[in-house]
């Protein structure tokens, strides 16, 4: 069975230093990745995914993140932190395959990033 | 185009009662989900609706849980009766159901069971 681990559930950084939110993962083979973000009393909104192709990927808001086999690793990094990316952020997987568009997502437990001015 | 919309947004029932949720999809997505997102916790999911079929409802308590998507377009989500650990936010999902596929999420419905 899939499973993901998200290293640290609080994560504090002062406004533009780097942010380095930890995702790890565990599956037979390699899944889709995704990170996704929540603000207070909201729902979750796509950050960027991984599906096939090149390993390092951009998403909005400047996040970007790099798939590594080896390290079955899903880091999500921004170069400098705005108070406004002050949120909740889950790292998913699903089942890759031609089969396998419309398998649920296997959510980490979340980690939530504080911004200090 | 128009969200993922769900109702209510908050709900406070007492335990033993029961209580429903409603989930409207982005039209056309054929593909709906129902997570479960506990405190401190990851979502989970609850059930997958293929159109108005149901794909993976291994997780859904079916003693006191049930849902249905009537005509494969929205959907309702029940508990009877509400349990103290029921106590969570109800996300609804839908996606287009192609690959890369993105599902996309509603607010979600955050109950108290007291």
């Known amino acids: 069975a899939q499973s993901v681990t998200q290293l640290g559930s609080h994560v504090s950084v002062s406004e533009g230093a780097l942010v380095l939110l930890r995702c790890n993962y565990s599956?037979?083979?390699?899944?889709?990745l995704f990170w996704y973000v929540q603000y207070p009393n909201q729902g979750l909104q796509l950050l960027l995914k991984y599906t096939t192709g090149a390993t390092l990927v951009k998403g909005i808001n400047g996040f970007e993140a790099e798939f590594k086999k080896s390290e079955t690793s899903f880091h999500l990094t921004k170069p400098s932190a705005h108070m406004s990316d002050a949120a909740e952020y889950f790292c998913a997987v699903s089942e890759s395959g031609s089969d396998s568009g419309n398998t649920p997502l296997v959510f980490g437990k979340g980690t939530r990033l504080s911004v200090i001015a | 185009e128009a969200g993922v919309a769900q109702s209510p947004r908050y709900k406070i029932i007492e335990k033993r009662q029961s209580v429903a949720f409603w989930c409207n999809p982005i039209s056309g997505h054929a593909t709906l989900y129902w997570y479960q997102q506990i405190l401190g916790q990851g979502p989970k999911l609850l059930i997958q609706?293929?159109?108005?079929?149901?794909?993976?409802d291994s997780q859904l308590p079916k003693d006191r849980f049930s849902a249905e998507r009537l005509k494969g377009v929205d959907s309702t989500l029940k508990i009877q009766p509400a349990k103290l650990e029921d106590s969570a936010v109800y996300l609804c999902a839908s996606s287009f159901g192609q690959i890369p596929y993105e599902q996309y999420f509603g607010p979600g419905t955050r109950l108290t069971v007291t």
């Open positions: 599956s037979s083979v390699p899944p889709y």
């Open positions: 609706f293929q159109n108005n079929g149901v794909v993976d």
